[in-house]
Structure formats: structure tokens, C-alpha cells
């Protein structure tokens, strides 16, 4: 064998080193995205209205019983929602997880239908359901009992209300927690327990649930935090019921006369506790290590639950019925029949929705032309930094990697009605006024999106070892050919996933864009939350309805695709 | 033409020298195996080689050619090397042919040259069959030779491998050594191989470098570094050895349980703690007194066990060191007897300090 060799050419510093440089660019580009805001909104919260320097705002929080009465409201609907929560979540996780339940892949996957569902949407299902008067559930109810017209059986519009439609679309959370850490946890464990002389309670009391306790711990503070900074559900159900949450009072001071002051001061709390909660959850999580140490395991030995079985199918499904059946056929109705609240039959079957959504509400092109175009250029910036950054510190190409790791991480613990607020401060002054245009809107999804898509491409990454790269490189080609021709074909899938869920993402986020949206700019998120004022829930249904369809296209598609399985959507 | 030089080769993370001050020659042709246990800074050293780590200090030179110092680095592809990585590497996007084709191509190859040369080493790696199938296709074995192919098929000036076969199982590891010193001796690049296994460093290297805490402890021949060792580390981490601590005398002696042992190897100095290696299998254990009194030491049988061959002891001396010896099969000495150790000088080698 002879092949000519190509002569090597005497040593050099070949090219510029490019790498301080793109580290500094995309740390300055982080930080304006995420120091500038918060800085804002922290010199907001302590000046008045002339700009000197003041407590009293956080003075007025504190003692005004239109703040504080939010401040406990909030409280109360998170503190309930979390608890309500893990008590469905946690034993219809461990009975997917650990037990011979039939059809546990249907169960899962209704969980993540209710999962995707954006929560406003389900608030204004519910209100199409259990609303006093109009209420399909309560129209039902009086027609079986033969009540009086303004008899009811549910009402929406109050705090329980509230707590149950949050806690529908925020069980998820836990649900995944605790049933990720029963399939991660050897069934060995337990076996060793039952070999010792352990009886099945005795185990489960003292292995399976300490096991999964910091799970469960975990998703209730996720829940909690979900509760807590949600925009939608309370602005949909609780100002018709004529109270305020923090979110809801937070975005009423944006109304005129604007008091960005007090608005910056009443975020504070919602930023302080997120932070809070996210650092106990990490802490939390990053003992449990001890539940899988070294070893090669089994499948977990299931548990008959023999007679038991069909029961508890049912009751899954029925506990299913709420977050996912009922709302969906409540959509379903109200999309095609002539009033949203009237039962659909063959007869008064109607595509009138479907028509004035495509045609004739002209306030409906816009939102979607502003939604694709703000989704597209979002998906394709926020997929474009997350790569850069994931390739940074994956390989840990330069020094100060742990930096720029924390940046993009960073924007996860500032709830999306607080960067709202930030970037308003932000953005509506010179030099850069943005507010009224695009752009802001561009920055706030990009700032929300990044954290996950930087989760799931560094994760991407991991897949891929660096070996792969490095025997390209010895073999002839450089840095950036090997970056092309090894790792860009490896990675192509994880980097379409995480576009397609910016982009659904962009369509779901409403607490941001309600502070920051204009007429010329509204979003269909946006949209819907308006259409919701003025009573059009025909409408909502249909553009709701193809939300979620686009929702579901993706959330199959990226399932299928390992090491992507657990995506959290921000609400 | 493609010698290979180390020149005083240090690398620090931090203030930790993983790499410490290596140097080392390595003639054209030669297959040099570093030999150490996980953390001994041989990994770092071949990506040194290969240009994957900057160095912190020293140079490498391939013939005369600097390649890498802490001011330049050639970077590894304009080193005209191979290598075959722990997990081999292969890229499971492309076909068994593509992987092994990929450094042709980017060395612009006509298409027929490279189809000629692909065949070629399909049909010597046995590979031929499997040509269009996927690596995530191919058993471990299979996946190994593939790397092989793919290292070899551009002729490199050196060849670096990284345990490259600790992801197999033993039959086939044992089988592939052959194979590795196989195709050395056949295409004779310079090579270096890395590996914590001692029995595939003993196989495959022309040299073995014992390495630990980033240094190089002893450069030799597999003999050499197996009859000869300077350190109790080598003595230690290559075979199994007693190793035994006395006071030096003068004349090469060290009095060790009031015995005064000569040896050979270093030089030993008068009065310092010496350390003595030596071979269970070259201790003649006798359960009477021998008649020689050089270098016979009286013990106390603590264990033995019967391995079907030989019989394995334990024996205890006046100061309470054990040593461990084999015996023929049929030497059964039962527990708590006294026994004479005859441990012949030329095999009693006293150690560096």
C-alpha cells in the first residue's frame, strides 16, 4: 500500500483564536438579556414616581390591604395547589410506575396531554363548563334535578375554582417527578427489603416511599411555583370573581394610570421566592443520589394489584376526565355549535366559528402573522445561542464555561410576568425604546426559551463523545470540518426538536406578552386572553383547538427522539 | 524518519502536574506501551502526542520537527498521525466503508485508489462482509477491527492507541493482542499504545514505560522491566512481588530479620531503610534447615492453600513480614511450622529509595 502523504508544512499558529471572543459576545449577550431587566426592576421598585429614592412602595405592599390580600391569595391558591397536587400525583404516579395497572402507557400519556395543555386555555374550558349560570356541567345538573334557573352546582369563579383548575394542569409536573424516580429506582431495593424479611408495607413504608420522598418534595415546590407566578388561569377566573393574585394585581398596575414603581416593587417577592424554590428543589434533588448506587439492575417487580386492577383504571381515568376529557369536549362543543354554552347535536351543527376566526376577525391574522413570525425568529435565535452555549460547555472549549452555563440557565428562575415588567422598564426608555414594536416581545421569548433549549442541547451534546470529534480531527480534518461533517448530522434531530419547542412554546406564553404587547403587536395568546373579555369562546375554542393540535404534533414527534422525554413547558 | 521525542513533557491542571517532567525517546518503528494504573497521566500523555492538550512545558518533536510547546501546537490534523480510541469513536451516522474511507477522502484521493485501498483492508481486517452496515450493527469485536481499519487504512507516521481493547471480553482481548503486534510488525509505524493491563503491555511493546503520578518510574524492555525493576511501584505493579524492608550494610547487603541479604540491582547505602524485591516463585521454601547459610532466612508457615499446580504460602519472618512464596504441589508444610526461605541473590533486587 503507498499513498502519497501530504508534505506537513512547518508549524504555525494556524487562524485566529476565535474562542475569547465568541465567550465575551454571547456573555454580554446574556447579560443584557437578563441583568438589564432585573437591574431596572430593582431601582424601579425603590424610587417613586419622580425618581428619588424610597421603601415606600414596598411600605405600600406591605400594608395596603389591595397588596397584601393579593400577597395571601397567592399564598393560599399555591399553597393548596401543591398539596392537592402531590395527593393525586403521587399515587397515580407510583401506581403507573409500580404496579400491574392496565393500559399504564394510556394513563401516561393522557398525563401528558393535560401536561401541554396551556393552563388559560383549560381555565376558559372550565369557565365554559362550570360557570354558575351558562355552565354546561350546571345545564346539566338542573336538567336532571329539574332545579331553578339560578340554582348551580359548581361555580368557577372562586378561589376553590381557581385552586382546582391550577391544580389540573399543574399535577403534571409532580406526576413526572415521581414517577421518574420510581422507574430510576431498582426494584432490587425493595427485593433486598422483602429477602431481609420485610413484609410489602413494611417496604414500601420504610424503601419505596423515603426512595421517592425527595421527588414528591421537589414537585410540590415546582408546584407551588407554578401556582404562584401563573398569569392566566387567575386573571381569567379571578377578576370575574372580583379578587386579585399577585400576577393579576401586578399586570391591574399596568392599566391607567400605569405605577411601573409599585408594579417593580410587587415582582420582587414573586422573583425572591422563585429563586428561593428553585435552590430547594435543586438541593433537594441533587441528594438523591443514593437511590441508584452502581450495580446492574432488573426491571422493577411489579405489584398485583389482582381485583384491584380495573378499579383503579378508573379512577385514574376518572381523575383524567377533569384536566383532559371534559375540557376538550367543552372546546369541542363550543367550536362548533351556534353559542359556545349550548349542547352541540347534529342539527345546530355550524362551521360559523371556524369561518369568522379564518375571515372575518381581522384581528386574528395579525395576531397569527405577529406569532409566526415572532416564533420562528425565536426558535431559530434562542436554538442558535443554546447551541453555541451547549457546545461551550459540553466540551468545556473555553475557560469561563461555568459562566456562560449559569446565564442561560439563569432566566428559569424569573417568573414571565416579572420579566414582563423588567424588560417594560427596560425597553420603553432611551436609548433603546422597543416597547410597541416586535422586538421586546422577540427578547422576552428568547430570555423565557433559553434555559430549556440549553438544557436539552447540552443533553444532546452529552450523547454525542467527544471521542467522535477528536478521532476526526487526528484523521486530517479541522476543528470546523470536524464540527460539520461529525457532529452537526448527530445532533440535527435534537436541534429540530428544540426549534419546534421554542415555537410551540412562543404560541403558549401569554404572562410576558400581556405586559408587553401593543394593538400592532398582539400574539394569538394574546388574542385569546381578549377574546375572553369580550365573550367570544366560539372563537377561542377553534383557535385553541388547532393550538393544540400543533401542540400534540410536536410533543409526539420529540418523544420518540431518547433523552428528551422530560421537557417542561413554562406557563 | 518518524522518531518520536518527549523532551521534559509537563501538564497541570490548576497546580496539579498531571504530566510531570516526561522524557523519552522512541525510534522509528518501534510500539512503545505506556503502562500505569487509572490516574498515572498516561492518557494525557498520548493526547499530548496527538495534540489534543497543550502542553504546559517541554516539546515534542516528531524526526525534527517540532509539533507541540506551551507557545505553538500543531494541531492533530497536521500531524500525520492515527489513533484508536477507547470507545473507538466510530460515527454512527455513517457505514462500516464510510468510517474507514473518511481520512482518504479528506486526503483527496482519487476514487479509485480509495476504493482499491478500502478493499484492501476490509479483506485484511475480514471485514468485507459487514462494508454497508452501521456500527450500532456490529458486535464489540467487530467495532474494534473497524477502528483498526480506519486508523490504518491512511498510513500514518505514528500510531497512537488508547486502551484500545479494555471494551472487549477476555477471549477476544487475548486474540486481538496478537493481532495488534500482528500488524505493528507488518507495517512497523511508530506506535504508541496505552494500556493499565500489564499482560497486554508484556505481548505487544517493544518498551514499556511504567508510569505513575505523571512520571515515567522505568523505561525497558518487558525483560528488563519484569527481572530488573528499580522501584517498588515496577516491583509491585508488574507480577506480584514480595518486597521487604531493611537497614543497608556495606557490600550490597541489607539486613533484613537479622539476615544479611545480598542483592543486586541498585546500589544500596549503608545505613539507609532499603527496599528488596523478590518473586515468590524464585524463594525456595525447605522445612529443614539447607546447608547453605547465605541468604536463608527462618519463617512461620501462616497459611497455605493447594492450587492444584503449586502450593501457595504464606510465611512470616522474625519481624513479622509476610512473605509469599510457591512451592511444588507436593510440599505440604503444615500451618505453624517453621520453614528456611532460600532467596537466591541474583534474584533479591534492592530498590530505588
Redesign the interface.
Known amino acids: 500500500?503507498?499513498?502519497?502523504?501530504?508534505a506537513?508544512?512547518?508549524?504555525?499558529?494556524?487562524g485566529i483564536d476565535f474562542t475569547k471572543p465568541v465567550l465575551y459576545g454571547f456573555a454580554a449577550v446574556l447579560c443584557v438579556l437578563i441583568v438589564l431587566p432585573l437591574s431596572w426592576l430593582f431601582l424601579y421598585s425603590l424610587t417613586d414616581s419622580k425618581g428619588a429614592l424610597t421603601l415606600a412602595n414596598f411600605y405600600r405592599l406591605f400594608t395596603e390591604s389591595s397588596f397584601y390580600d393579593p400577597l395571601v391569595t397567592t399564598f393560599i391558591i399555591a399553597t393548596t395547589s401543591a398539596i392537592v397536587c402531590c395527593a393525586v400525583a403521587a399515587p397515580m404516579g407510583w401506581l403507573v410506575a409500580r404496579t400491574d395497572l392496565p393500559f399504564s402507557g394510556v394513563i401516561r400519556a393522557l398525563v401528558t396531554a393535560s401536561f401541554v395543555t396551556p393552563p388559560f386555555l383549560g381555565a376558559i374550558a372550565w369557565e365554559l363548563l362550570a360557570a354558575p349560570n351558562s355552565g354546561l356541567l350546571n345545564k346539566i345538573f338542573r336538567g336532571i334535578t329539574g332545579a331553578e334557573p339560578d340554582v348551580h352546582l359548581f361555580n368557577i369563579y372562586t378561589i376553590q375554582g381557581i385552586i382546582f383548575v391550577i391544580s389540573c394542569y399543574t399535577f403534571p409536573y409532580v406526576f413526572v417527578l415521581v414517577a421518574n424516580s420510581l422507574d430510576r429506582t431498582p426494584g432490587e431495593l425493595e427485593d433486598a427489603s422483602s429477602i431481609l424479611g420485610g413484609g410489602r408495607w413494611y417496604t414500601a413504608r420504610r424503601i419505596t416511599i423515603p426512595l421517592v420522598l425527595p421527588a414528591l418534595l421537589a414537585g410540590a415546590l415546582v408546584a407551588f411555583l407554578q401556582a404562584m407566578t401563573l398569569f392566566g388561569s387567575p386573571a381569567i377566573l379571578a377578576l370575574p370573581a372580583g379578587f386579585h393574585t399577585m400576577t393579576t394585581k401586578i399586570w391591574s398596575l399596568f392599566q391607567y394610570p400605569p405605577k411601573p414603581e409599585l408594579a417593580a416593587a410587587a415582582s420582587l417577592p414573586l422573583l425572591v421566592l422563585t429563586v428561593f424554590l428553585l435552590r430547594a428543589e435543586h438541593m433537594i434533588l441533587g441528594r438523591r443520589g443514593y437511590s441508584v448506587v452502581g450495580g446492574k439492575y432488573g426491571a422493577p417487580r411489579l405489584i398485583p394489584l389482582h381485583s384491584w386492577r380495573w378499579v383503579a383504571f378508573i379512577i385514574c381515568l376518572l381523575v383524567l376526565m377533569l384536566p383532559v376529557f371534559l375540557p376538550y369536549m367543552a372546546l369541542f362543543n363550543a367550536a362548533f355549535s351556534p353559542v359556545a354554552t349550548t349542547f352541540l347535536t347534529f342539527k345546530n351543527a355550524t362551521l360559523h366559528n371556524i369561518q369568522f376566526v379564518l375571515f372575518d376577525l381581522s384581528a386574528a391574522s395579525l395576531a397569527l402573522k405577529n406569532t409566526v413570525i415572532l416564533g420562528t425568529a425565536t426558535a431559530t435565535i434562542g436554538t442558535m445561542i443554546a447551541v453555541v452555549i451547549a457546545y461551550v460547555t459540553a466540551r468545556r472549549a473555553v475557560t469561563g464555561w461555568r459562566v456562560l452555563g449559569f446565564l442561560a440557565t439563569a432566566p428559569i428562575a424569573i417568573p414571565g410576568i416579572v420579566l414582563g415588567v423588567g424588560l417594560f422598564l427596560s425597553y420603553t426608555r432611551p436609548p433603546f425604546v422597543l416597547y410597541g414594536t416586535l422586538w421586546i416581545l422577540l427578547i422576552a421569548f428568547v430570555t423565557i426559551a433559553l434555559p430549556s433549549a440549553y438544557q436539552q442541547l447540552q443533553a444532546a451534546f452529552r450523547t454525542i463523545?467527544p471521542?467522535?470529534e477528536?478521532?476526526?480531527?487526528?484523521?486530517?480534518?479541522?476543528?470546523l470540518?470536524s464540527l460539520w461533517e461529525?457532529t452537526a448530522?448527530?445532533l440535527r434531530t435534537g436541534v429540530i426538536a428544540t426549534w419546534c419547542f421554542i415555537f410551540v412554546g412562543v404560541m403558549r406564553e401569554l404572562s410576558a406578552a400581556i405586559i408587553l404587547f401593543t394593538s400592532e403587536t398582539k400574539v394569538i395568546s394574546v388574542l385569546i386572553y381578549d377574546l375572553n373579555e369580550s365573550g367570544d369562546l366560539g372563537a377561542i375554542s377553534v383557535i385553541g383547538i388547532g393550538m393544540l393540535l400543533i401542540t400534540f404534533a410536536v410533543v409526539t414527534a420529540v418523544n420518540r427522539i431518547p433523552g428528551f422525554g422530560n421537557v417542561r413547558f413554562r406557563n | 524518519m518518524a522518531s518520536v521525542e518527549l523532551k521534559g513533557l509537563t501538564k497541570r491542571y490548576g497546580s496539579a502536574a498531571v504530566v510531570d517532567r516526561i522524557s523519552l525517546h522512541i525510534e522509528h518503528g518501534d510500539l512503545v506501551c505506556l503502562l500505569g494504573p487509572s490516574g498515572c497521566g498516561k492518557t494525557t500523555t498520548l493526547r499530548l502526542i496527538?495534540?489534543?492538550v497543550e502542553p504546559s512545558e517541554g516539546e515534542i518533536y516528531v524526526g525534527d520537527?517540532?509539533?507541540s510547546s506551551p507557545a505553538?501546537?500543531?494541531?492533530?490534523?497536521?500531524?500525520?498521525?492515527?489513533?484508536i480510541?477507547?470507545?473507538y469513536?466510530?460515527?454512527?451516522?455513517m457505514t462500516v466503508a464510510e468510517n474507514i474511507v473518511?481520512?482518504?477522502k479528506?486526503?483527496k484521493?482519487a476514487r479509485d485508489?480509495i476504493a482499491k485501498?478500502l478493499d484492501?483492508i476490509l479483506t485484511t481486517t475480514q471485514l468485507a462482509p459487514l462494508a454497508q452496515r452501521y456500527p450500532g450493527e456490529l458486535s464489540g469485536g467487530q467495532q474494534q477491527r473497524v477502528a483498526l481499519a480506519?486508523?490504518l487504512i491512511?498510513?500514518p507516521?505514528t500510531l497512537?492507541l488508547d486502551e484500545p481493547l479494555s471494551n472487549l471480553d477476555a477471549n477476544l482481548r487475548e486474540e486481538m493482542r496478537f493481532e495488534v503486534r500482528r500488524l505493528h510488525d507488518a507495517y512497523r509505524y511508530t506506535t504508541v499504545y496505552v494500556t493499565h493491563d500489564q499482560s497486554e503491555a508484556m505481548t505487544t511493546a517493544d518498551l514499556i514505560c511504567v508510569m505513575n503520578g505523571g512520571k515515567i518510574e522505568q523505561a525497558g524492555s518487558p525483560e528488563e522491566i519484569y527481572n530488573r525493576p528499580r522501584s517498588e511501584f515496577v516491583a509491585r505493579f508488574i507480577g506480584s512481588s514480595n518486597v521487604l524492608k531493611g537497614k543497608g550494610l556495606d557490600g550490597g547487603r541489607v539486613d533484613f530479620a537479622g539476615v544479611a541479604l545480598r542483592c543486586t540491582g541498585e546500589a544500596v547505602v549503608s545505613g539507609a531503610t532499603t527496599a528488596v524485591s523478590v518473586r515468590p516463585h524464585d524463594i525456595a521454601l525447605s522445612a529443614k534447615p539447607p546447608q547453605q547459610t547465605e541468604n536463608v532466612v527462618p519463617a512461620i508457615v501462616v497459611r497455605q492453600v493447594f492450587l492444584g499446580d503449586s502450593r501457595d504460602y504464606m510465611v512470616e519472618a522474625k519481624d513479622g513480614t509476610q512473605l509469599r512464596t510457591l512451592t511444588a504441589a507436593e510440599e505440604n508444610i503444615p500451618q505453624g511450622s517453621n520453614v528456611w526461605l532460600h532467596l537466591p541473590p541474583e534474584r533479591c533486587r534492592a530498590l530505588l529509595g
Open positions: 500500500m503507498t499513498i502519497a502523504i501530504p506537513t508544512q512547518p508549524p504555525r499558529k494556524y463523545h471521542e467522535l477528536d478521532a476526526s480531527r487526528i484523521l486530517g480534518a479541522t476543528r470540518r461529525i448530522p448527530l | 496527538a495534540g489534543f520537527r517540532l509539533i505553538l501546537t500543531v494541531p492533530p490534523e497536521r500531524r500525520n498521525m492515527s489513533m480510541f477507547q470507545s469513536a466510530l460515527w454512527p451516522h473518511y481520512g482518504l479528506l486526503r484521493l485508489v485501498k484492501a480506519r486508523a491512511v498510513e507516521e497512537l
